[in-house]
């Protein structure tokens, strides 16, 4: 499986979602209240959204935000926990 890293991933998601494209990619939940989550979600069409400001929600600056096109719900994931984009597995 080919490689890439995670914050040329996240600037590729930014110009397809410019573009009002799509991507796919999977990520771990974790849920920093509670310590828990592991579950590995998949998704097949998502475009991001907005960002939000730390002042309205805390540590926004390391999640990402995106809409899952396919279901159009609206959602977020820490930007660490992103395992794969189009395919590649991503790195640090």
């Known amino acids: 499986m080919d490689t890439i890293d995670l914050y040329t991933a996240i600037e590729q998601m930014k110009r397809i979602s410019d573009a009002e494209g799509t991507f796919s990619m999977k990520f771990r939940k974790h849920n920093r209240k509670t310590s828990e989550g592991g579950d590995l979600v998949t998704l097949k069409a998502a475009r991001l959204r907005k960002k939000t400001s730390d002042e309205e ?16 719900q609206a959602a977020n994931c820490w930007q660490i926990l992103i395992m794969e984009f189009n395919g590649m597995k991503t790195v640090v």
């Open 57 to 72: 929600i805390k540590n926004s600056s390391y999640k990402l935000f995106f809409v899952d096109t396919e279901t159009g």
